[in-house]
């Protein structure tokens, strides 16, 4: 096999994988159009890489993680034209994310804006060549049918959050991930890194966020079927933790940004802050020494406004936050902020009088503005959930709408900025289904088709629908153990929802069915764990 395989990289002799002719891509392009032919890929076809913006390298290199695979080797990059060729150019008609691909007998043409959407190029190739070249040994030559696309996304913001502090994931496997997303045009990726069960961001001024506060003292092992969210589960004594090192950071970052994705990184704030306070009790009302929790739900115990060192505090680890991560925005939480400690704390009592505020929730907004002012300072704009809008809201924080969409109606009427990632919709945490050899889970069940069915801009006038960003995938992982349990929840559900932010209304559910199908077989080919029995044939 091995004299195979060299065989095949050094003249391109093996087998032909012949086309099938299948222009099922997902999200679905703008325009896709079968032309006469079929354009064949050896190991000596050249990359012609004519763009010169930086990134543009980036692009060649996914064809060539694409393509490797399949001929054990990578494809020659050149700048000067070639024939039968991969060539790929700058078009500057085109918007930054909006493509042209034409394949050709005699070549193949990528043009874009810029090279994310030379990149997203790339991901459509990915769905035209033949599944059966994945995975094969002894490949000499790929068949890819000849047609012509023009795509463009119609959401500028397309997002998935993985919750890291529930459940950890090694950088390796975020990597994994990003892949997954990659493959799905998706541009942004929101890391939930603070929460009350682990602080998983290595802040060099508070190691002991990262020494106490990422570590809990048991590890999830199961859950009574049918029960209901907290009360049920089943732990062992292990302890459960891991953080990200700084350096960890950079590479995820780097390696996201090399697939045109953007990270937005998640510090919760003032509240699902158990696992800071664990680390320095002082942050709490009371001072009180906590554990890190154990288990799910909304937490009374939240950090206190009312204090100068919890500001000293949270903007000493926003400072090192806007250094790792070169994305214009970072997202403070702001969810699900019980303020029952508040309205017993002589603290937070003064800073009411002090900052002559009459009701609690001000307190939660002051705190919001103060932070958006020291984001600000630093170039980056601060995002929120929807909670942060309750009260008043300064007109320039970005609002992520989780409560249904009401949030983001209300973001858009008043002129904020909004992300749509409904619950109803977009809870990648809620059962496919419900039955047998159906994973850990819980919520309401959320198939494909509903993921399918949701409309972001309903209640929006076209004014309006210019302040709604985008829409996200939301991970939530109390009861995603692991990666593999991970995948099974995002696929094939993150198809259905890059369908509606890539393409929103040409959405169609009886061709997505069509071509989830094809798409379900790149994700066999990948070895990719997804939803199957509830989907392919
Ligand atoms: C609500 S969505 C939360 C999370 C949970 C999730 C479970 C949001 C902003 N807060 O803390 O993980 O529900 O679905």
């Known amino acids: 096999m091995l004299l195979a395989l060299l065989c095949a990289a050094v003249c391109g002799c093996g087998r032909t994988i012949p086309t099938d002719g299948s222009l099922s891509v997902i999200p679905r392009p703008a325009s896709i159009e079968a032309t006469e032919g079929t354009f064949v890929l050896t190991p000596r076809t050249n990359i012609v890489l004519s763009m010169e913006q930086p990134g543009a390298e980036w692009v060649a290199d996914a064809i060539n993680r694409m393509v490797e695979p399949l001929f054990g080797r990578a494809l020659a990059v050149r700048t000067t034209p070639a024939s039968g060729a991969v060539t790929i150019r700058t078009d500057a008609s085109l918007a930054a994310e909006a493509y042209r691909l034409e394949v050709r007998p005699d070549g193949i043409e990528i043009a874009a804006g810029a090279p994310a959407g030379a990149f997203y190029a790339v991901q459509t190739l990915r769905q035209l060549l033949p599944v059966e070249a994945f995975g094969a040994s002894d490949i000499g030559r790929v068949e890819l049918p000849c047609a012509v696309v023009a795509d463009a996304p119609c ?39 603070t929460d009350d069960q682990g602080w998983r961001i290595e ?262 629908r210019h302040y709604i960003l985008g829409m996200q995938a939301n991970l939530w992982a109390e009861y995603i153990p692991n990666f593999d349990h991970l995948q099974y929840m995002l696929l094939p559900r993150l198809g259905a929802l890059c369908e509606t932010a890539w393409a929103c209304d040409r959405k169609e559910w009886s061709d997505f069915r069509r071509r989830l199908d094809r798409m379900a077989r790149l994700y066999d080919a990948y070895g990719y764990n997804y939803a199957k029995h509830l989907w392919a044939e």
């Open 155 to 193: 959401m500028g913001y397309r997002g998935v959050m993985l919750d890291a502090s529930r459940h950890f994931f090694t950088v390796d496997e975020v990597k994994q991930l990003l892949d997954i997303v990659a493959m799905h045009k998706i541009n942004t990726f929101h890391w939930h890194l």
């Open 203 to 464: 802040i060099k001024a508070y190691p002991e966020l990262t020494r106490v506060g990422s570590i809990r003292k048991r590890t999830l092992i199961g859950r009574d079927p049918g029960g209901e969210y907290d009360e049920t589960c089943q732990y062992d004594e292990t302890p459960y933790g891991g953080f990200y090192t700084q350096d960890e950071i950079r590479d995820v970052v780097a390696y996201a940004a090399e697939r045109f994705i953007t990270v937005i990184p998640e510090i919760e704030f003032p509240g699902h802050a158990v696992s800071a306070l664990a680390s320095y009790p002082w942050l709490s009302c009371t001072g009180e020494q906590y554990e890190v929790r154990q288990t799910w739900d909304i937490d009374d115990r939240v950090y206190c406004p009312g204090k100068e060192t919890t500001f000293e505090f949270i903007e000493g680890v926003l400072a090192e936050v806007v250094e790792l991560f070169p994305g214009e925005y970072v997202h403070i939480g702001g969810d699900e902020c019980p303020m029952t400690y508040w309205k017993k704390c002589p603290h937070c009592k003064a800073r009411m009088r002090s900052e002559g505020l009459t009701e609690w929730r001000q307190l939660q907004n002051y705190s919001t503005a103060r932070l958006e002012r020291f984001l600000n300072a630093h170039g980056k704009k601060l995002i929120g959930w929807d909670e942060i809008l309750e009260g008043e809201v300064t007109p320039t924080a970005t609002i992520m709408s989780w409560r249904g969409t009401e949030g983001g109606i209300r973001a858009a009427k008043q002129g904020n900025y909004a992300i749509m990632a409904p619950s109803e919709y977009c809870y990648f945490d809620h059962a496919q289904a419900v039955g047998e050899g159906e994973p850990l889970s819980w919520g309401a069940r959320l198939p494909v088709d509903k993921v399918y069915s949701f409309d972001p801009y309903e209640g929006l006038t076209p004014e309006e």
